[in-house]
């Protein structure tokens, strides 16, 4: 795997680079890159560079995780990358919040595939590509299809939730479920679940006094400890460190 210039055809990560490349500059809102084993970026399109706050590509390739964002979050990033070399598998549909160009916050998938040299048994970088959610809004006519589903998920967020009981109420299999989410959502029934808990004790942590561990029980974590966990997995920030920041999620761009 080359290095590559600004020319999103330049290199040889691909057999068919230069297509490729062309496709993932074509994402305005989705974020790719290409890492060597020593999580070096040997290619990133301009929705990358925008997220580094960086003005060319020049600026970002050869260059690591540790270069651009906060040491929690590159930790982070560095332990998917681990995750994928170690099991040769996909991490597939990763829910992450990460601060869009203009600077607003939003939800995204992020997928990592592992990428062989020559010997297809032999792995010599990733490819990751992190899907923007914000097409997949509440004002999409789809919704309507689960309507009562999300607003059970809203009106019963301190209670366990199974997708079973969502699939009741929305008069289908847990597979037909899942299936409507990710066509009008983009996320599954459970992600949904901990995206609507995360947002509310976000805006909890920022506009009351509520203590955190009350927090966690209104939002429908199992304890304290679980909150901070999932909250901080999302967030970059566990939720002291959010509600001591005034709301500004621990994420670089």
């Given at each position: 795997?080359?290095?590559?210039?600004?020319n999103p055809?330049?290199?040889?990560?691909?057999?068919?680079?230069?297509?490729?490349?062309?496709?993932?500059?074509?994402?305005?809102?989705?974020?790719?890159?290409?890492k060597d084993?020593?999580?070096?970026?040997?290619?990133?399109?301009?929705?990358?560079?925008?997220?580094?706050?960086?003005k060319?590509?020049?600026d970002?390739?050869g260059?690591?995780?540790?270069?651009?964002?906060?040491?929690?979050?590159?930790?982070?990033?560095?332990?998917?990358?681990?995750e994928?070399?170690?099991?040769?598998?996909?991490?597939?549909?990763?829910?992450?919040?990460?601060?869009?160009?203009?600077g607003q916050?939003?939800?995204?998938l992020t997928?990592?595939?592992?990428?062989?040299g020559?010997n297809?048994r032999?792995?010599?970088?990733?490819?990751?590509?992190s899907r923007?959610?914000h097409?997949?809004?509440?004002?999409?006519?789809?919704?309507?299809?689960?309507?009562?589903?999300?607003?059970h998920?809203k009106?019963n967020?301190?209670?366990?939730?199974?997708?079973?009981?969502?699939?009741?109420?929305?008069?289908?299999?847990?597979?037909?479920?899942?299936?409507r989410?990710?066509k009008?959502?983009?996320i599954t029934?459970?992600?949904?679940?901990?995206?609507?808990?995360v947002?509310?004790a976000?805006?909890?942590?920022?506009?009351t006094?509520?203590?955190?561990?009350?927090?966690a029980?209104?939002?429908?974590?199992?304890?304290?400890?679980d909150?901070?966990?999932r909250?901080?997995?999302l967030?970059?920030?566990?939720?002291a460190?959010?509600?001591?920041a005034?709301?500004?999620?621990?994420v670089?761009?």
């Amino acid at each position: 795997m080359n290095a590559a210039s600004d020319n999103p055809a330049d290199g040889g990560l691909f057999p068919c680079q230069r297509e490729l490349l062309g496709l993932m500059e074509s994402l305005v809102n989705d974020i790719f890159c290409a890492k060597d084993l020593d999580g070096r970026y040997l290619e990133a399109n301009s929705a990358f560079v925008r997220r580094t706050g960086k003005k060319s590509k020049r600026d970002v390739i050869g260059t690591t995780a540790r270069d651009h964002f906060r040491a929690e979050l590159a930790e982070r990033y560095e332990e998917q990358d681990r995750e994928v070399y170690a099991t040769g598998a996909p991490m597939h549909d990763q829910l992450e919040i990460i601060k869009r160009p203009n600077g607003q916050l939003g939800w995204y998938l992020t997928t990592k595939l592992p990428v062989s040299g020559d010997n297809p048994r032999e792995l010599v970088g990733l490819v990751s590509v992190s899907r923007d959610l914000h097409a997949h809004s509440d004002e999409h006519v789809e919704l309507e299809r689960l309507q009562d589903v999300v607003d059970h998920v809203k009106a019963n967020m301190a209670q366990q939730i199974r997708v079973g009981e969502l699939a009741a109420i929305a008069d289908c299999s847990e597979a037909q479920l899942e299936r409507r989410f990710r066509k009008v959502l983009g996320i599954t029934a459970t992600q949904h679940i901990l995206r609507v808990r995360v947002e509310a004790a976000a805006r909890l942590l920022t506009e009351t006094d509520t203590p955190i561990a009350t927090i966690a029980t209104m939002c429908g974590f199992y304890d304290q400890p679980d909150f901070t966990r999932r909250f901080a997995r999302l967030t970059n920030s566990t939720p002291a460190q959010f509600r001591a920041a005034g709301g500004t999620f621990g994420v670089s761009a």
